[in-house]
């Protein structure tokens, strides 16, 4: 029991302020539902903006320092570190979001998340022990960045047209073919073109993409308002 004239703890109500109507709780409801939607969202423009630098920047640096590159005086073994710590980078910002994203989230919607995190994995491993494999049976020296780089874009594309299918992503979907074209042109044009073919079209993809997301993610936020 209340008493008369004494404040209530009813929700909506602070003091002596009149309770919420329907349309102002709907609209607080809707506000904190969006404050939790984008405390949680992967930021895909980020994702795709860290691995646009590192194909971009990594590729065109072992590109510019490889056999028939264009000469800087850079060492190839500096290139190679280079590209190398720009992928480590892009993985950690990659794993960052989705462990951002996976706080307080239960249910089939974690399940299917972790099931394709885990798909990047088991796919790398397996390209890796395949590339190991065919090495082994005595591949030309002049083929093995075409087999590493071609094998690692064919999972990557495949890996991106499920995750636009298991998302309803036309743009993840759209990069995933978009990196099995790439792919196949490194191929075609040979060492040590494929690594400027990666560079300009991957990463260039890779930032297009990023730009989308962006600007798909404003117009998100300005449709809210």
Do not use: H
């Not at 993840?172 to 494929?194: E, H, I, R």
């Amino acid at each position: 029991m209340v008493a008369d004239g004494e404040p209530t703890d009813r929700p909506g109500t602070t003091g002596d302020e009149p309770p919420l109507s329907p349309e102002e709780s709907l609209a607080l409801i809707d506000a904190q539902r969006v404050k939790v939607a984008r405390s949680l969202a992967v930021d895909p423009a980020l994702i795709l903006g860290a691995w646009g630098v590192a194909w971009t920047v990594g590729f065109g640096a072992i590109y510019l320092t490889s056999r028939g590159g264009i000469a800087t005086g850079m060492p190839a073994w500096v290139a190679g570190w280079t590209a190398g710590a720009l992928f480590l980078a892009a993985t950690v910002v990659s794993f960052g979001e989705q462990v951002r994203r996976g706080r307080g989230v239960e249910g089939p919607s974690q399940r299917i998340a972790a099931m394709y995190g885990w798909s990047w994995l088991l796919a790398f491993a397996g390209i890796f022990a395949f590339c190991l494999a065919v090495e082994n049976q005595g591949l030309p020296p002049g083929l093995s960045p075409l087999l590493w780089t071609g094998s690692s874009l064919l999972g990557v594309g495949l890996l991106y047209l499920a995750g636009g299918m298991l998302w309803d992503s036309r743009l993840q979907y759209g990069l995933g073919v978009w990196v099995l074209v790439t792919g196949a042109a490194s191929v075609a044009v040979g060492f040590p073109g494929n690594f400027a073919v990666l560079a300009v079209a991957g990463g260039g993809g890779f930032l297009v993409a990023a730009v989308a997301a962006r600007g798909r993610r404003w117009r998100s936020g300005r449709a809210r308002m």
